[in-house]
């Protein structure tokens, strides 16, 4: 029975065990009656010294980079994925090119608001903070307070002649509006529009030859890519920060319409409204909201894209407000569960959970059950995808759908309406 609970020596274990007993019978006899520590020790000597031992080597690739392996597929150190040499960015040449079109935004609000008790707890959604409330609003005591608070954001300048992009909720209920250039210049600024839903607004000061960003392309940012941010933080004008790209795409509570930029760079009560900028010193995004449990920046910010807040600004410019696409529909998310029941390979599609008597979607013969997979040529990987390519559509648009249905896929026509 003891025989067969016992495993069978390893080759390499049969090889120790044949190069011990040799080795025994060729040391002294005074040296074999050592201690069992000294005979490992010699042992392991004798069989590094015959190259017994398949240990860890050295070799040298094409790059001059070494490469440090161990026998048997387990490596210790591969050659590294940045190459060797790789310096941090040089932000200094960025902040040059872009920092003079950043601006300082003050604002003068009438403001109704609740005074928080000190025991008083947020609700849950004031995690996601647009950088917290103006500066000026007490804490502490009861009842509304009615009066003139100041607070301050961050803004660029897009065009020469004085229009300037920041968030909605900067100049929201504004009674002034000033604009403070970095050479320290000031101006009084007229609020062209703002959008609620996306948290984009326009303003405009009398000015001419002003400096300006350059506008890249958010859909070109890839997750790990370094960012920097430029406003006026608590009023500390054209801070810098910096950071990488957490996230893109990125949907939260109540914002179904701007797919965030998710980015680590430090920003602050006064930053909202200020630009995000890749490594050519193009705007790639408008920094809106923090993650926070306390108000001040927790290593988690968003930004909103570019491309979706010019989008809204020409509208505002043009029209003094923004028109959206609607389906009318009611969407749930796909679950693991849903797909296999659907016949589909994975959870992927925006399911159609209800359709709204009268609406567009109904009108073209849209079903409750349907996955969407695909909106005018795009692929619609989740629910969240979905209610932002709607709203980016022009009014009275017809668009073609790919949808799933009863197990195959199908194309619906639908002429697109107008989100009131």
């Avoid at 006026?232 to 920060?241: A, E, H, L, M, R």
């Avoid at 849903?338 to 390979?345: C, H, I, R, T, Y």
């Amino acid at each position: 029975m003891l025989a067969s609970s016992l495993r069978a020596p390893s080759s390499q274990s049969s090889k120790l065990c044949s190069f011990w007993m040799i080795l025994k019978g060729t040391l002294p006899t005074p040296l074999t009656s050592y201690s069992g520590c000294t005979l490992i020790i010699a042992l392991i000597l004798a069989l590094a010294a015959c190259g017994k031992i398949e240990g860890k080597h050295k070799e040298t690739n094409s790059s001059g980079a070494e490469t440090t392996y161990i026998k048997d597929g387990l490596t210790l150190n591969r050659e590294p994925v940045i190459p060797p040499g790789t310096q941090l960015p040089d932000f200094t040449v960025l902040v040059d090119k872009a920092a003079p079109a950043v601006v300082n935004i003050s604002i003068t609000q009438k403001v109704t608001t609740h005074r928080m008790t000190d025991d008083e707890e947020p609700p849950l959604g004031d995690f996601f903070r647009r950088f917290g409330p103006p500066h000026g609003i007490p804490r502490g005591g009861e009842g509304p307070s009615d009066g003139e608070v100041k607070s301050l954001g961050s803004g660029f300048i897009v065009t020469p002649d004085g229009y300037i992009m920041t968030n909605a909720h900067v100049v929201a209920n504004a009674e002034e509006v000033v604009v403070r250039l970095t050479d320290k210049r000031e101006f009084k600024a007229k609020v062209i529009g703002s959008d609620r839903r996306t948290d984009v607004a326009l303003i405009k000061i009398k000015a001419e030859k002003l400096p300006t960003v350059s506008v890249g392309d958010p859909s070109k940012l890839k997750v790990g890519e370094w960012v920097m941010a430029i406003g006026s933080p608590f009023g500390f004008d054209s801070t810098v920060t910096k950071g990488i790209v957490s996230a893109v795409g990125r949907s939260l509570p109540d914002e179904n319409y701007t797919p965030f930029i998710q980015t680590d760079a430090a920003v602050n009560p006064g930053n909202s409204g200020g630009p995000l900028f890749n490594l050519r010193g193009e705007v790639v995004g408008i920094n809106s909201q923090i993650y926070s449990q306390t108000g001040g920046f927790m290593g988690i910010s968003f930004a909103i894209p570019i491309d979706l807040a010019t989008n809204v600004s020409n509208q505002l410019k043009v029209n003094g407000k923004v028109t959206r696409g609607r389906l009318g529909v009611r969407l749930q998310e796909v679950t693991k569960e849903l797909a296999e029941s659907f016949g589909l390979d994975r959870p992927k599609g925006a399911l159609v959970a209800q359709v709204e008597r009268g609406s567009p979607a109904e009108q073209a013969g849209m079903q409750s059950g349907d996955v969407v997979l695909r909106y005018a040529g795009r692929v619609v990987d989740s629910s969240r995808d979905l209610p932002g390519m709607v709203g980016a559509t022009q009014p009275g648009k017809t668009i073609t759908l790919e949808v799933w249905r009863k197990h195959h896929s199908e194309e619906v026509d639908v002429k697109v309406g107008e989100l009131q």
